[in-house]
Each structure stands twice: as structure tokens, then as C-alpha cells.
């Protein structure tokens, strides 16, 4: 997937989150992603979150250390 389509899907989420109420936005930002993304997904998503995540909304920069790494095959 080109980044510039990762960035805009993780913020959509991220943009959702913001919205709802309480403080574990950044941990249910990760949770949708751990079920709804692919590993492939999330690996390169958290790839580019260790390049800086130039682009993406806080939330999901907060929501890193939540995300499940895929396991390698």
C-alpha cells in the first residue's frame, strides 16, 4: 500500500477515536488496527512510525507501543 494511503487510513481511525469519550483513545486506535489490519499492514505501519510518522495523527503515534508486531513466518 503507498504510505500516502496508510497515513489516510490510520488517521481515519485516529480521527474517529478523538471523538469518543474517555482517555484510551491511543489503545482503542490500536486495538481496531490489531483486528481489522493485516500484518502486513501494521508491519508497515510500524515501520514507518520508527521513521518518525511524518503525517500521522497523534493518536496513532500515541497508539505504537499498542500495536501488535506481526510475527515473522
Keep these: 500500500?503507498?504510505?500516502e494511503k496508510m497515513?489516510?487510513?490510520a488517521n481515519q481511525i485516529a480521527t474517529f477515536f478523538s471523538s469518543q469519550p474517555g482517555d484510551?483513545?491511543?489503545e482503542r486506535v490500536a486495538a481496531h488496527l490489531n483486528d481489522f489490519w493485516e500484518p502486513r499492514m501494521r508491519?508497515?505501519?510500524l515501520s514507518y512510525l520508527d521513521?518518525?510518522?511524518a503525517g500521522l495523527h497523534p493518536l496513532v503515534i500515541d497508539a505504537q507501543s499498542h500495536i501488535?508486531?506481526?510475527l515473522d513466518s
Excluded: F, K, R
Design 1 to 3: 500500500m503507498s504510505p
Design 7 to 9: 497515513i489516510t487510513m
Design 24 to 26: 484510551d483513545q491511543a
Design 43 to 45: 508491519s508497515q505501519l
Design 51 to 53: 521513521q518518525g510518522g
Design 68 to 70: 501488535a508486531a506481526p
